[in-house]
């Protein structure tokens, strides 16, 4: 097999001050990623409205909150993705998670409530990969460690609601060597991409282990239903992948080896970052506790981290504030409203009371504390139920209905 010229657009993403990888997010100023300027840089496709209709037409379904919003703003063939749903042709959805601490945050949240929001819609199989071997060699963790915190974001995950008989989910560090499939398209993928191509990437240097540097084709694999022959077969079923937008290298990587493997070309769903509390400059991040709300906080948790460390677009002043308003485009409680309050009209109620001065910073974030508290409390109870039956319920390798 011969290696081939990767597009010219597979390169590791830096706008002037603006730094987004799959490792590390910046944004250039305190308004955050401009996400225009993402769209241009990795040759993506903006959502269009044009494209939420043809969606609600084939779908009968009006289209969630964060594509309503731009949160989920970018995409790749997931035109090609309505025509397969209209003509009643099959394919799955793929997402993940790196598991680098024992809890989610709200960050990470956002992929999976939309992820299950899409197998709901869609009525797809879905697969769930644990990159356990990435955090051993990105983080200071064992490979025991990174596969015990695997297991407990399982159960995270699982309290979403996903389908299990439509959902498989898996660890790297256990289903690679047991999945003979798996690791053969794998080992195919390393050989469409040499080092030079993977340097462009992804940044990758001569102090990079030479893990990192093969790691990409592991994310890539789960891409091609080939590699799941207990769900499809050697059937050749097209892939939808919703992730967060930092995640796209992976995927124009694999988009361009797609070919060379005859194997359809994965579809994605590009999502916006839920910024750190401190502001919209760096993404939530679990290695900065102060920076992000846990689904396993308590209560006075969420309200302490909250009214502490929310950064505010309100002014220096009652008065002021009273005078001028607020900014909504730096206020880090409206940014996170508009993630989780998927009322419409409350949302716009807020926006202004808040831009015309009517409504203080405090009111603002006790709103948001409201919000947060409510939807923790959901999922904690829901995580309760999952049992370590429920989790192998979902890591059954027997096929799917």
């Not at 945050?105 to 697969?127: E, N, S």
């Not at 070309?265 to 900065?288: N, R």
């Amino acid at each position: 097999m011969t290696t081939q010229p990767l597009e010219k657009n597979l390169e590791n993403c830096e706008i002037a001050e603006q730094v987004i990888t799959p490792w590390d997010v910046k944004g250039e100023d305190e308004k955050g990623i401009d996400y225009d300027k993402l769209i241009k840089k990795f040759g993506s496709q903006k959502i269009s409205p044009e494209l939420l209709d043809r969606f609600t037409k084939i779908t009968g379904h009006e289209p969630h909150h964060f594509l309503r919003r731009g949160i989920v703003f970018s995409h790749r063939d997931f035109d090609h993705i309505l025509t397969l749903k209209e003509q009643g042709k099959p394919f799955y959805l793929y997402t993940g998670r790196g598991p680098s601490s024992g809890s989610l945050h709200m960050g990470h949240c956002v992929p999976f409530m939309f992820t299950k929001w899409l197998q709901d819609v869609f009525d797809v199989p879905l697969v769930i990969q644990m990159t356990d071997d990435e955090k051993f060699l990105w983080k200071d963790l064992s490979l025991e460690e990174a596969n015990r915190l695997a297991y407990l974001n399982i159960k995270d995950i699982i309290a979403f609601g996903f389908n299990p008989e439509k959902t498989f989910i898996f660890c790297d560090l256990d289903y690679i060597p047991s999945c003979k499939e798996f690791y053969w398209n794998i080992a195919r993928i390393q050989k469409c991409v040499n080092f030079n191509q993977a340097q462009k990437i992804f940044g990758f240097d001569e102090t990079s282990y030479i893990g990192k540097v093969s790691f990409p084709a592991i994310q890539a694999a789960p891409s091609f239903s080939t590699s799941f022959p207990h769900l499809f077969g050697n059937r050749k079923v097209p892939c939808l992948i919703p992730c967060a937008i930092d995640q796209d290298p992976y995927f124009r990587m694999t988009r361009d080896v797609a070919p060379r493997l005859s194997l359809p070309k994965p579809a994605l769903l590009h999502s916006t970052f839920l910024p750190a509390l401190q502001g919209a400059q760096t993404k939530m991040s679990s290695s900065e506790v102060n920076s992000a709300v846990e689904v396993c906080d308590t209560a006075n948790q969420i309200k302490k981290k909250i009214n502490k460390y929310a950064f505010s677009g309100g002014k220096v002043s009652v008065e002021e504030h009273r005078e001028f308003g607020g900014d909504t485009s730096v206020d880090v409680s409206f940014k996170y409203l508009t993630f989780f309050e998927e009322d419409d009209a409350k949302l716009a109620q807020i926006k202004g009371d808040y831009e015309s001065g009517a409504m203080l910073t405090g009111e603002l974030k006790k709103l948001l504390i409201e919000k947060l508290q409510g939807i923790v409390k959901t999922f904690q109870e829901s995580r309760a139920a999952v049992t370590d039956a429920t989790v192998e319920q979902f890591m059954s390798r027997s096929p799917k209905s």
